[in-house]
Nanobody, 120 residues
Framework: QVQLVESGGGLVQAGGSLRLSCAAS????????MAWYRQAPGKQRELVAD???????NYADSVKGRFTISRDNAANTEYLQMNSLKPDDTAVYYC??????????????WGQGTQVTVSS
């Protein structure tokens, strides 16, 4: 019913920037909180940032001041602007969104993941 499609990952040198996008499509009625997670090799998946429907944001301490999460409600899209990237930011980044579909309950959907690699 609902798909989250991510884009914007790639290879970048330390200190560089990337902008990730995540677009929701399908039978979307409303989107609440949206978030970005990441999973580095050999590590657990961790929350990077989230943004509520009203625009309130939260960030992991490790990315605070460097990353910015935003959303475009008209486009059902969330973004993650990643600046001053470090090798430790290397991971597969997953977007997620709490979505209400017509005639159904709220539930989280996940994107397919996009690889971000930061070289030193």
């Amino acid at each position: 019913q609902v798909q989250l499609v991510e884009s914007g990952g790639g290879l970048v040198q330390a200190g560089g920037s990337l902008r990730l996008s995540c677009a929701a499509s399908g039978s979307v009625f409303s989107i609440g909180t949206m978030a970005w997670y990441r999973q580095a090799p050999g590590k657990q998946r961790e929350l990077v940032a989230d943004i509520t429907g009203s625009g309130s944001t939260n960030y992991a301490d490790s990315v605070k001041g460097r990353f910015t999460i935003s959303r475009d409600n008209a486009a059902n899209t969330e973004y993650l602007q990643m600046n001053s990237l470090k090798p430790d930011d290397t991971a597969v980044y997953y977007c997620t969104a709490n979505v209400k579909t017509p005639g159904s309950i709220w539930r989280n959907y996940w994107g397919q993941g996009t690889q971000v690699t930061v070289s030193s």
